[in-house]
C-alpha cells in the first residue's frame, strides 16, 4: 500500500523488508502497516524479529532490502520523528530525574528553560511530581521506566518505539503502566509501535496486535481487538471479547513454544 491514502492512515510502513545477521536469516519478506494514532503489538515467540524490526523502524538496524517509511519518507537513519523507549531505561546515572527527562532536547539545542518545562510537564503526566532531583539510583525500577518514558514522550517524536518496555516490573506495577499507556494513546496522538512477549498485555492495550511467525519472521496475522476498547480500563480484563482473543492467539502460538 503506497498510495496517498495509505501514507495519510499509516504512520509507518515496512515494505518486503529482508534481514540476515550472516547466515541467520532473521527476516523474510515483512510487510507491515502501523495506523497513524495507535498502539500496535509486535507479538510471537522469543527470537522472532519483534526488536529486530523495531531497530529497524528506529533506524539503528540496516535492513538487507525493502522499505520502511515514516509519515511517508524513506528511514535511513535515526531521526526525530521517532523516540526509543529501552527495555534497560537507558538512563545517565549521573543525571537527576529532570536531566535525564530532557536529555533529548538538550541534544537538540532547546534553551534550558524550555526544556526543563517540558520535562516538568512530562514528569507528571508519568506520576513522578515531586522526584526531578532524584537519581536513577534512588528509584525503583518501576520508576526508571517512567523516567525513560517521559524522556521519550518530551522530544515530541511522533512515533514512539517501545522494547518490552514493562517486563522488568513486578505485575502490579505493570498492570499500572498498562493503564497508563492506554490514556497516553488517548491523549498524545502519537504511534505506538510496543513489543511484548505477553498475550494479555498486547490485547490489553494495542489497537492492533501482529502476530510474528518464528525465525525467518513474517506476519500471520493481524487482528484487531475493537469490540472493548471503548471500555474503562478495568473492565476490559473481564470483557468476553478480550478473553476469546487472547486464548485464540495462545492456540496460534502455543505450537512455536518449546
Not at 11 to 25: F, I, L, P, T
Not at 117 to 135: C, N
Not at 196 to 204: D, F, K, N, Q
Not at 231 to 239: E, G, M, P, V
Request: charge should be negative; proline fraction near 5%; charged fraction near 25%.
Amino acid at each position: 500500500m503506497n498510495d496517498k491514502t495509505s501514507d495519510i492512515e499509516n504512520a509507518v510502513s515496512v515494505h518486503n523488508v529482508y534481514k540476515n545477521y550472516g547466515d541467520v536469516e532473521a527476516l523474510r519478506d515483512l510487510s507491515l502497516d502501523f495506523p497513524r494514532g495507535q498502539l500496535t503489538s509486535l507479538l510471537g515467540p522469543s527470537g522472532c524479529g519483534k526488536t529486530t524490526l523495531l531497530k529497524i523502524i528506529a533506524g539503528l538496524l540496516r535492513a538487507n532490502s525493502g522499505e520502511i517509511t515514516v509519515n511517508g519518507q524513506p528511514v535511513a537513519g535515526p531521526g526525530p520523528d521517532r523516540a526509543f523507549v529501552f527495555q534497560d531505561f537507558a538512563l545517565l546515572p549521573w543525571a537527576n530525574v529532570i536531566r535525564n527527562v530532557a536529555f533529548g532536547l538538550e541534544l537538540r539545542g532547546v534553551d534550558r528553560s524550555e526544556r526543563e518545562a517540558i520535562a516538568e510537564k512530562y514528569i507528571g503526566d508519568v506520576g513522578l511530581k515531586g522526584f526531578e532531583k532524584s537519581y536513577p539510583h534512588e528509584l525503583s525500577g518501576g520508576m526508571r521506566q517512567r523516567v525513560g518514558l517521559a524522556r521519550a514522550l518530551s522530544v515530541d517524536s511522533q512515533v514512539l518505539l517501545m522494547d518490552e518496555p514493562f517486563s522488568a516490573v513486578d505485575e502490579q506495577t505493570r498492570r499500572k503502566f498498562q493503564e497508563d499507556l492506554l490514556k497516553l494513546v488517548k491523549n498524545e496522538s502519537k504511534t505506538f509501535i510496543f513489543v511484548t512477549h505477553s498475550i494479555e498485555e498486547a490485547v490489553y492495550v494495542s489497537d492492533q496486535v501482529a502476530i510474528l511467525l518464528p525465525r525467518p519472521s513474517r506476519v500471520s496475522e493481524i487482528i484487531r481487538p475493537e469490540g472493548f476498547r471503548h471500555k474503562d480500563a478495568n473492565s476490559i480484563r473481564r470483557d468476553p471479547e478480550y478473553l476469546d482473543i487472547v486464548d485464540r492467539i495462545w492456540a496460534s502460538l502455543r505450537t512455536y513454544v518449546e
